[in-house]
């Protein structure tokens, strides 16, 4: 082999090695979503004296509910972007005391969003408030009288 051969053979090796590292760092990273979505607006509606299975179908089962500490419901979300660094969380703690709402703690808002129209730090209890009405119910009427209410 002369020289100007052998050049040419190291020169196409480290190009081949340097595509090579460049298309290693290539690799397709998913978004890692984790525990309950929730929006601050949805959390917001939490207010005491609401019964535990208000608050399931207004948020959806907790994260951690844990059986030691029955009073105490974690909702837990966290998101993972593709390769970056940062993780989205958020942390809402809901306290119950017979059943029913005592407070509500926000211990990890996401940044971007705002609370009841303000930006409250992190670490800020939400404040009681009275629970919401009992929705009214009113039975159903029939629109014709069934055969069998029919007396001959």
């Known amino acids: 082999m002369t020289s100007t051969n052998i050049h040419r053979a190291v020169a196409k090796t480290a190009?081949?090695?340097?595509?090579?590292?460049?298309?290693?760092?290539?690799?397709?990273?998913?978004?890692?979503?984790?525990?309950?979505?929730?929006?601050?607006?949805?959390?917001?509606?939490?207010?005491?004296?609401?019964?535990?299975?208000?608050?399931?179908?207004?948020?959806?089962?907790?994260?951690?509910?844990?059986?030691?500490?029955a009073q105490r419901w974690d909702y837990i979300y966290t998101l993972?972007?593709?390769?970056?660094?940062?993780?989205?969380?958020?942390?809402?703690?809901?306290?119950?005391?017979?059943?029913?709402?005592?407070r509500v703690d926000k211990l990890d808002l996401p940044e971007a969003t705002s609370v009841s129209g303000d930006t409250r730090r992190k670490h800020k209890k939400e404040e009681s408030h009275e629970p919401p009405a009992a929705p009214s119910v009113t039975p159903r009427q029939p629109d014709a009288p069934r055969p069998s209410d029919v007396h001959t």
């Open 15 to 69: 190009c081949l090695f340097t595509a090579l590292a460049l298309l290693a760092g290539c690799v397709y990273r998913p978004n890692i979503q984790q525990g309950n979505f929730l929006e601050v607006k949805d959390v917001d509606q939490v207010t005491a004296g609401m019964t535990r299975s208000q608050v399931r179908y207004l948020l959806g089962t907790p994260m951690i509910s844990d059986p030691f500490v």
């Open 80 to 102: 993972k972007r593709g390769r970056q660094r940062k993780i989205d969380r958020a942390h809402f703690v809901v306290y119950f005391e017979d059943d029913k709402v005592t």
